[in-house]
């Protein structure tokens, strides 16, 4: 690997496999309820049925266990690296939730487990070396465990205690509506992706307490601690280091949200708006420090931001949401110092085709002043100022348990060396429901 190259620069700020996202055990597919026995092939909500009544039945027992699998081509068509190349790579999700109240009646209690099954290489590392991830699904290929919690609620639900293995973007900082795209960035957005150490997110957890509480229906609040260094994707290979160490300094996330219209119909225009922030209390020393081989011992990391979406237009089964996000971090010891995206969906809008959504979106990651200086200071070149990703992509349902989803990305300045030329990036991803 050429010192100075985009995949060096890529490795060096550790986000070759950690830009991707997760959100939930369900990200790129429906929530999927029980699947009634009569339905048909084509019609019904997973590929498998509902196994001969048997599937009904575990639903009907608290227990739920819907796999889904996605599958991707992805191909750089100029620019970036390494010259074109093609790649393949897939996720298999084995979510399982169990409904403890109907279990065993321990009334208000959850259970939560998923495994991935991570196969394939990345045109990240391959080929672009870009920031964050072409691909939210790219990771170190293995099996691995991801989250793995017990959850409690109380005050009539209102509330709710979280406790296990959790992964920070399953809860905070993700809008929904950008949940469309694959690039990562949409997903676990360079402020946290880039700025701290191997934090717990796509595909890795972390041993963590997440707090939530919802006095109002059009307010939220919630807080959560993890252990502050979740460990490399091929250190811990498969998620089941637990390890809990001093060192690593704690990793909190705080948020607040507001809902204008809890029970938006489809003729409402609803909006959600959410205000976060990270503080991870391990001692960074800055990037000055770093140039000059100072003994100064640092301080604690932290970042804030902001995300608003809104309805825009709805009728009969058309609409358009729209997303903006935005936040920061200081620079003179982070990666990233401001961060942008915005984006919007478009629900419906071919005749024929109800459930299909069409999406464009556009990130920046602004490169802060010291890192940019600790560069020039270390490699014979100064940083583009910022990293920019453009997608479009449609995803088209065509059976209730099957979507097949073209994409085109166009990221600018990869990594911000000046020396690696805009790249073209053309997919298809596919997710099936089974």
Request: proline share 5%; with cysteine; glycine share 10%.
């Amino acid at each position: 690997m050429r010192s100075g190259s985009c995949l060096d620069m890529t490795s060096k700020i550790n986000l070759a496999t950690t830009g991707a996202c997760l959100i939930g055990s369900l990200t790129w597919a429906q929530e999927i309820p029980k699947t009634a026995p009569d339905q048909s092939f084509w019609k019904r909500d997973t590929l498998t049925g509902d196994w001969g009544g048997f599937r009904t039945h575990l639903a009907d027992l608290g227990i739920n266990f819907n796999p889904v699998y996605t599958g991707e081509v992805m191909s750089e068509a100029a620019g970036g690296h390494a010259g074109n190349r093609t790649i393949y790579d897939h996720n298999l999700n084995l979510p399982l939730t169990v409904d403890l109240e109907k279990a065993i009646g321990w009334r208000g209690a959850t259970f939560h487990a998923n495994a991935f099954w991570l196969a394939g290489r990345s045109l990240t590392d391959d080929c672009i070396g870009d920031l964050a991830n072409i691909s939210n699904i790219s990771a170190y290929p293995t099996w691995r465990l991801n989250e793995l919690w017990l959850e409690q609620t109380f005050w009539d639900k209102k509330a709710s205690i979280k406790i296990g293995s959790l992964a920070t973007d399953a809860d905070f900082f993700v809008p929904e509506t950008s949940a469309l795209f694959i690039n990562s960035s949409f997903g676990c957005f360079s402020l946290v992706a880039a700025n701290l150490p191997n934090p717990p997110i796509y595909p890795v957890a972390a041993p963590g307490v997440r707090f939530w509480v919802q006095p109002d229906p059009h307010l939220y609040f919630q807080a959560a601690i993890y252990d502050g260094d979740s460990g490399a994707q091929d250190v811990n290979k498969h998620g089941t280091d637990f390890n809990l160490a001093q060192n690593d300094g704690a990793l909190i996330f705080t948020e607040i949200g507001y809902d204008l219209h809890p029970e938006a119909d489809d003729k409402t225009l609803d909006g959600r708006f959410k205000i976060g922030s990270f503080i991870h209390t391990k001692h960074v020393p800055t990037w000055q420090t770093q140039i000059t081989d100072g003994t100064d011992p640092g301080a604690i990391n932290f970042g804030i931001y902001g995300i608003a979406e809104h309805d825009f237009y709805k009728h009969d089964t058309r609409k358009i949401t729209g997303f903006v996000r935005g936040g920061g971090a200081p620079g003179d010891r982070n990666v990233i110092s401001w961060y942008f995206d915005t984006g919007l969906n478009f629900t419906g809008w071919l005749p024929g085709r109800a459930d299909d959504v069409a999406g464009i979106a556009f990130a920046r990651s602004t490169f802060s002043r010291g890192y940019s200086d600790y560069v020039a200071a270390t490699e014979p070149f100064k940083l583009s100022g910022a990293e920019m990703v453009i997608e479009a992509t449609y995803r088209a349902q065509i059976t209730p348990w099957w979507t097949v989803q073209p994409d085109v990305q166009v990221i600018i300045a990869p990594a911000g060396d000046p020396k690696c030329d805009t790249a073209l990036v053309i997919g298809i991803r596919t997710a099936i429901n089974f």
